[in-house]
């Protein structure tokens, strides 16, 4: 099963201060931060990006699958596997 749970995986992967972040939305809804807190998750927000850009340009997949119906197709049938019914049902 993949993890989607952000407060699990900033440790993982090196943003731990990305909890303080969660902290803030949890205490409310239009919390905003202050113009320091601000601009300090900005330089976080672009870090971030440049490991992505990095990660993708290093990354030995294709940008594009070559056989993208194939997948879906398989995609679908899993799905409906696991739902319990089958395709053409």
């Known amino acids: 099963m993949t993890d989607t749970d952000v407060t699990e995986l900033v440790d993982r992967y ?4 990305a909890r303080d972040l969660v902290e803030t939305k949890r205490a409310g809804e239009r ?3 202050d113009a ?5 998750w900005l330089k976080e927000v672009r870090h971030a990006f440049e490991l992505l850009d990095d990660a993708y340009a ?3 997949l294709a940008p ?3 056989n993208r119906d ?5 995609l679908i049938e ?3 596997q696991e739902s319990g ?3 053409g049902d």
């Open 64 to 66: 594009e699958p070559s």
């Open 31 to 33: 919390v905003s931060l």
């Open 36 to 40: 320091t807190r601000k601009a300090d």
């Open 14 to 17: 090196g943003f731990a201060r």
């Open 58 to 60: 290093r990354s030995i």
């Open 85 to 87: 019914s089958r395709a």
């Open 70 to 74: 194939e997948l879906e197709a398989w």
């Open 78 to 80: 899993k799905r409906l």
